[in-house]
């Protein structure tokens, strides 16, 4: 059974920082490509940030560009969302997404597998 697990999310004060992972069982993340969501209540779900699988070339939203990182480690199957600066706009759930391996842009509807997301909250 394919599965996608986040984890990381929680409450930060302004200018914190949270470290987003992204977790596979039942199939390996390095032939695919993944993207991080979010998307805040009443809000359409956003993309974030996204990491090719063909070339890992990255991709990030102009709202997080210099705030954001995404990175692999496919030793542990996982892909991570380094968030510093956090600012309370960034206030979310966060999904991560698998889709093919030569695509990963931004853009939700190439995303075929979705984790159940992570709440980040951002607020003093």
């Known amino acids: 059974q394919l599965q996608l697990v986040e984890s990381g999310g929680g409450l930060v004060q302004p200018g914190g920082s949270l470290r987003l992972s992204c977790t596979a069982s039942?199939?390996?993340?390095?032939?695919?490509?993944i993207g991080w969501f979010r998307q805040a209540p009443g809000k359409e779900r956003e993309g974030v940030s996204s990491?090719?699988?063909?070339?890992?070339?990255?991709y990030y939203a102009d709202s997080v560009k210099g705030r954001f990182t995404i990175s692999r480690d496919n030793a542990e199957n996982t892909v991570y969302l380094q968030m510093n600066s956090l600012k309370p706009e960034d206030t979310a759930v966060y999904y991560c997404?698998?889709?093919?391996?030569?695509?990963?842009?931004?853009?939700?509807?190439?995303?075929?597998?979705w984790g159940q997301g992570t709440q980040v909250s951002v607020s003093s």
């Open positions: 039942g199939f390996s993340l390095d032939n695919y490509s």
């Open positions: 990491i090719r699988g063909s070339d890992s070339s990255t």
């Open positions: 997404a698998a889709g093919p391996i030569s695509w990963g842009t931004l853009y939700r509807n190439e995303y075929d597998y």
